[in-house]
């Protein structure tokens, strides 16, 4: 049975890690967090660099002195410990990284202007923002995690992960912004009529572009625009995908009367069924 | 994450991955794995038993001679060794876990006292699958254990369409036991969907429900036809469900977790967001 398995493969980091990040993109997104957690007792030496590059979802966390709550992620972390954009300190307490002065102003600006943009999107929710400094720029996060409130007896979760890297050109009067987001989204339900059903994961994409800048507090703005134009494209695909296509896809594998998702797809199909009919019935020379 | 796990440890989590990779994906997550894992001894060893299980498990269809419907992979046809049997054609074959091939035909007689109920039950479902399933399959194990009958139906439709970045499998498992005499008995069903999109990102939908029903046992024609009609309403009112709970996670759930637009209707000024400031944020300097 596995007589095909007779050599050991001789195996980069860098091979195991586009198979890690396969994976990640094969497993039930329903598991994520102990996917990853299992792929790092698997590969631990390429903990680091999973942990940076595999999304999960947002942990809430309360800021006791601030009196607000924080997103937690791999970019607000040093060690074990988590930097609140409130306070600008690590708990548990901890000397770690802190943006330079300069961009930490900026920091508190853009957590304020996200939160205006997440209240006038989401309607609630918790949002975050960390910058940190780069050699000819910065780069940046911003947080956002809505909790449905399980009305209609289904549990949803929107989660948002955006990384803007910005690199400053001609002594600062320029910039480059590369962006790339991720939005997680989970719905599921437990019904008498339908059982078990959830449906999650995520969508990524990105965006680059630039801007001439002639304040630094500009950076906001063009962060600010090319989020909000990149979350409303992310929303409309995810409508499409999530109640469209996954509902088309199951609807395909079997053929209840009433519904239209399978005729479409039989309708995709049909150009290539017509070409092949017409190929049978060609007279054989 | 702590210490270093055994080759035992690294086994199980990888069969554990093994064990859900998605519809169509099988390949693909096995040689994953096998990267990750860097030890072919240790996969022949003790990952190789998950190739088998995950066959079972998704009721794999294979082609067997001399016929166009396929034999499932169940763990109700296995007769150990790799060997499974197809009591529609009344043969047994070797099945090649990895290569999903049979092989090594040879005849074999279904138990004799449930053959009648089998056989005339797989006659009406397979009509039923024509009806209902475009690329659907179906099996129909009988044993007998004194004067007890069982009876195990299993459906599997799948469709595969990896250039497009979508695998879909939907399964459902129907069973009964009764010793003759019984004027009624229970009929148990399992049905279970999975639908896995991924161009640039991961999303999947995972759903299943249980379901018992009691049928009244006559002869042997009428009895399935009965289960058939029960298996039909029972399946198609499942899809109804779950198409329902479509509509109610994009009209609702959705849209409460984030806006399509502002309650303004237009896009966020953000030159005006930037200049407004919250009036906490003078102690959090």
């Known amino acids: 049975m596995t007589s095909q398995i007779t050599t050991t493969l001789n195996v980069s980091s860098e091979s195991q890690l586009d198979c890690a990040l396969d994976l990640m993109r094969r497993l039930p997104p329903q598991q994520v967090e102990k996917n990853l957690s299992d792929l790092i007792d698997l590969v631990p030496d390429l903990t680091e660099e999973l942990l940076a590059a595999v999304d999960q979802p947002l942990k809430v966390v309360r800021d006791r002195t601030a009196g607000k709550d924080y997103l937690l992620c791999d970019y607000n972390r040093d060690g074990d410990s988590y930097r609140s954009p409130w306070t600008n300190t690590y708990t548990p307490a901890f000397d770690g990284t802190l943006p330079s002065d300069r961009l930490r102003q900026l920091e508190i600006d853009a957590n304020q202007a996200f939160e205006q943009y997440r209240e006038m999107y989401f309607e609630g929710g918790v949002s975050s923002v960390y910058f940190w400094d780069l050699e000819n720029g910065f780069a940046g996060v911003i947080l956002i995690k809505k909790v449905g409130d399980g009305s209609k007896n289904i549990k949803g979760c929107w989660d948002s992960i955006h990384v803007v890297e910005v690199q400053e050109k001609q002594n600062g009067r320029a910039a480059h912004y590369k962006l790339t987001s991720t939005v997680m989204l989970w719905l599921q339900t437990h019904k008498t009529m339908s059982g078990m059903m959830n449906l999650g994961g995520s969508l990524t994409r990105q965006f680059e572009t630039d801007h001439q800048i002639t304040d630094f507090s500009q950076h906001i703005i063009n962060i600010g625009r090319m989020i909000e134009d990149m979350e409303n494209k992310i929303r409309q695909t995810l409508n499409s995908i999530y109640f469209g296509k996954t509902k088309d896809i199951l609807n395909s594998l079997r053929n209840s009367e009433n519904f239209q998702g399978r005729i479409r797809l039989q309708q995709a199909n049909f150009t290539g069924e017509l070409q092949s009919a017409l190929n049978r019935t060609r007279p054989v020379e | ?285």
């Open chain 2, 1 to 285: 994450m702590g210490e270093t796990l055994t080759d035992e440890e690294k086994a199980t989590i990888a069969r554990r991955f093994i064990a859900h990779a998605p519809p169509g994906e099988f390949n693909e997550v096995f040689n994953d794995v096998r990267t990750l894992l860097n030890d072919d001894a240790l996969v022949r060893r003790s990952v190789s038993k998950a190739f088998a299980e995950y066959n079972r498990d998704q009721y794999i269809p294979t082609k067997v001679q001399g016929v166009e419907e396929e034999c499932l992979i169940t763990d109700a046809n296995d007769l150990s060794d790799s060997r499974f049997y197809d009591p529609r054609t009344r043969q047994s074959f070797k099945f090649d876990h990895l290569r999903r091939e049979a092989s090594e035909y040879q005849p074999h007689t279904s138990d004799e006292q449930s053959e009648p109920w089998r056989s005339t039950f797989e006659k009406e479902l397979t009509e039923y699958i024509k009806e209902r399933y475009t690329y659907g399959a179906c099996t129909v194990i009988g044993g007998s254990d004194a004067d007890t009958i069982t009876l195990a139906a299993f459906i599997e439709s799948h469709k595969f369409e990896p250039k497009n970045f979508w695998n879909g499998r939907w399964r459902s498992k129907w069973s009964l036991a009764f010793t003759k005499g019984q004027t009624e008995c229970e009929l148990t069903g399992l049905i279970k969907a999975q639908v896995h999109y991924f161009e640039d990102g991961n999303v999947q939908l995972v759903s299943s429900k249980d379901i018992t029903e009691t049928i009244q046992l006559q002869d042997e024609t009428t009895t399935a036809k009965e289960i058939i009609r029960i298996i039909r309403q029972s399946e198609d009112s499942y899809q109804q469900a779950v198409n329902e709970n479509y509509q109610v996670m994009s009209d609702s759930t959705f849209k409460a977790l984030r806006r399509q637009l502002p309650i303004t209707k237009a896009k966020i000024d953000w030159t005006k967001i930037t200049a407004y400031k919250i009036g906490s944020e003078l102690k959090n300097a």
